[in-house]
């Protein structure tokens, strides 16, 4: 089969849905298997990502011709949302290092009380 005559009219909402839940496990064991701080960020970033496929997905199979953008809408407010919280999350991360010169989660028991 040549690559030109490859269309992707086939591809359905399961498709996308399986997407999301693949980047949504990738994110999760990122989380619970990853030491380092900016590993933990970059899971929670791909469970951000799987809401995003999911939002846009469910936007266009649910409206079909309809051109309606709620799911692009979430999306965004999902993306700034991601934004501003690795804005805060790499500032708690160097203040970590600043401190404790490592940034291995497993030295933040040090910081109870």
Do not use: C, P, W
């Not at 799987?50 to 965004?76: C, I, K, P, T, Y």
């Not at 407010?77 to 919280?85: G, Q, Y």
């Not at 500032?91 to 290092?97: P, W």
């Amino acid at each position: 089969m040549v690559l030109s005559q490859i269309t992707f009219s086939h591809v359905g909402l399961h498709h996308y849905l399986f997407l999301g839940a693949v980047l949504f496990v990738s994110g999760l064991l990122t989380i619970l298997v990853k030491r380092n701080a900016i590993g933990i960020l970059m899971g929670v970033e791909l469970i951000l990502n799987a809401a995003n496929v999911n939002l846009v997905a469910f936007n266009h199979f649910s409206h079909g011709s309809e051109s309606r953008l709620d799911g692009q809408v979430f999306a965004m407010f999902v993306i700034v949302l991601a934004a501003a919280e690795a804005a805060v999350a790499l500032a708690i991360f160097l203040n970590f290092y600043n401190n404790f010169n490592t940034i291995d989660v497993e030295r933040a028991q040090n910081l109870r009380g």
